[in-house]
């Protein structure tokens, strides 16, 4: 015995220079997120905005106003200085003791002064007023500061308007002014920025730790509110998605389902949309129930005519066969026009039998649920194909154990049947048939499998291939007639038995898959028994 061979999946290529996986898998564009959690992202970003502006004004304005303070301070240090240099000097040539500038009474701790020649030089080193200017302490610069710091101090004229000059990493930022003295050289006052510099800092640090609390306590706010507020949309969604999961093409059609009436108020926005959904399932039920009447009527009057029919007909094969095999002698126009007699009433027998199967099987009627050996009943199938169709190359492929499904054992041999007549009739001779059974243990199924390597089944005709009365005359070479029923008979067959039939082609390969569940073991039987016992 050979294998049946089955096409896999096809193998795709993936185009040089294309990537194959995002760099970030567990990132989603936006565009995909929740509508929750855009609203969240929406209200902490415009929050840390709002924060951000907020806190940039604030620290400017606290900047700003603590500048103009220190200026304030520097010019009134630098009156007070220029005064003081005046009168020490009395008119004349500045002399060494003008550098003491800064402990004239009401200079503030920190104040830096230095006296610049006319000629742009500094006279004296400059000196910082360490402490209170009663403790007369002075902490003159070193030679290396006097020259890199010199150099700065002799670039601000005397104008006495305060600006900011960097004095170096052991002494930062300063706000330097200078005024010119009654001798012609000039005093230069400065007022450490340092304590300006850290109130703007701290104030920064809180800021941002309060925008940053703020945020956190916003997005958890924020969640909570929306989440509450997104309840009533979730709800619609839910009851679309309930309504989306019903199989409304078959079976009982009735569409009670419907948004809940809290959630259906009219001065709302989500209540529009369920209120909506509401009229709109209406108007489905409504015509589900009218088109249920309709198939229903339908039938119940094939079930009916297909019943009736059957006892003419069989009284028509009854007469055909009962003349043409009387003792007298018939000419022969007669004996074949019985034979064709005879012959049209079984093909109509035939299409009256799948008629009324069909109608039984609509109205849900049960079959037999017995222990059923696929493996025989395919041994069995296969043989009457054989003597069908001993035209075509007929094999098997069969698991070494016996394959057992529960299910009605004459039903599925039918659905046997009807899969390997349609390979044997829409196939040219000499075409392959393999049927093969084999077990997939992991969803406890049996597979059973029709495949041929005849022309193949466009396209196009595969998604109505199991429709009643679907027809592929031009597709696959029919030597013989058919009622398009086969097909349908098998889905429906297969489905009462709680299984599946799919079907995939290409010319050369085409594979009918039946998927039906396998019998439960001994140990799941004794289980079962066991459940209601000791319930």
Do not use: C
Not at 33 to 52: E, F, N, Q
Not at 157 to 165: F, H, I, K, S, W
Not at 267 to 275: F, I, L, M
């Amino acid at each position: 015995m050979t294998s049946a061979r089955i096409a896999g999946p096809p193998k795709t290529e993936t185009p040089a220079g294309t990537p194959t996986a995002s760099r970030f898998p567990h990132l989603r564009p936006i565009r995909s997120w929740t509508l929750r959690s855009r609203v969240v992202l929406v209200v902490v970003a415009m929050l840390a905005v709002l924060g951000a502006v907020i806190g940039t004004v604030s620290v400017f304005a606290l900047q700003n106003y603590l500048m103009q303070r220190l200026d304030a301070q520097l010019t009134s240090a630098l009156i007070r200085g220029q005064h003081a240099a005046d009168r020490i000097n009395g008119g004349g040539p500045t002399v060494p003791e003008a550098a003491g500038v800064v402990q004239t009474p009401g200079q503030p701790t920190g104040t830096l002064g230095a006296v610049r020649s006319s000629d742009g030089g500094l006279l004296f080193p400059p000196v910082i007023l360490a402490d209170r200017p009663t403790s007369s302490t002075n902490q003159p610069l070193g030679p290396k500061q006097v020259t890199i710091d010199g150099l700065a101090l002799l670039s601000v004229p005397a104008d006495e308007r305060p600006r900011t000059v960097d004095l170096g990493p052991s002494l930062g930022s300063y706000r330097i002014a200078a005024a010119e003295l009654s001798n012609g050289d000039s005093v230069i006052i400065g007022l450490p920025l340092s304590d300006v510099n850290a109130t703007v800092g701290r104030l920064t640090l809180v800021i941002l730790l309060v925008t940053l609390s703020g945020l956190v306590f916003a997005f958890l706010l924020a969640s909570v509110v929306v989440r509450f507020a997104m309840r009533p949309l979730e709800r619609v969604a839910g009851t679309a998605e309930q309504v989306a999961s019903l199989p409304l093409d078959r079976g009982d059609v009735a569409l009670s389902v419907r948004v809940p009436e809290a959630d259906t108020d009219q001065h709302t926005e989500v209540g529009k949309v369920g209120s909506a959904l509401n009229r709109m399932l209406g108007h489905v039920a409504s015509a589900l129930t009218a088109r249920q009447a309709s198939e229903q009527k339908v039938r119940q009057f094939v079930a009916d005519a297909s019943h009736e029919l059957r006892t003419p007909l069989a009284s028509i094969r009854g007469y055909a066969e009962l003349t043409r095999r009387a003792p007298h002698d018939l000419p022969p126009e007669v004996t074949h026009s019985l034979g064709r007699i005879e012959s049209e009433a079984t093909r109509m027998t035939s299409l009256v039998e799948d008629l009324l199967l069909l109608a039984r099987l609509d109205e849900g009627r049960e079959l037999d649920h017995d222990p059923v050996d696929l493996s025989l009943l395919l041994v069995d199938a296969v043989s009457d194909a054989h003597a069908a169709g001993p035209d075509h190359e007929w094999t098997l492929d069969l698991p070494d154990e016996p394959v057992e499904v529960v299910g009605d054992a004459p039903r599925l041999h039918q659905v046997l049947m009807n899969l390997l007549a349609n390979a044997r009739v829409h196939t040219p001779e000499g075409t392959k048939v393999t049927a093969g059974l084999r077990v997939d243990e992991d969803v406890r199924q049996a597979v059973v499998t029709i495949a041929d390597d005849g022309p193949g089944i466009p396209d196009e005709l595969q998604n109505t291939l199991f429709e009643r009365f679907a027809r592929g005359d031009s597709s696959r070479n029919r030597a013989t007639g058919s009622t398009g029923l086969g097909l349908a008979i098998v889905q429906a067959v297969v489905h009462a038995h709680g299984g599946e039939v799919t079907v995939s082609s290409a010319p050369g390969d085409t594979v009918f898959t039946v998927t039906l569940p396998l019998a439960p073991t001994a140990e799941q039987t004794a289980e079962q028994t066991a459940a209601p016992t000791a319930a």
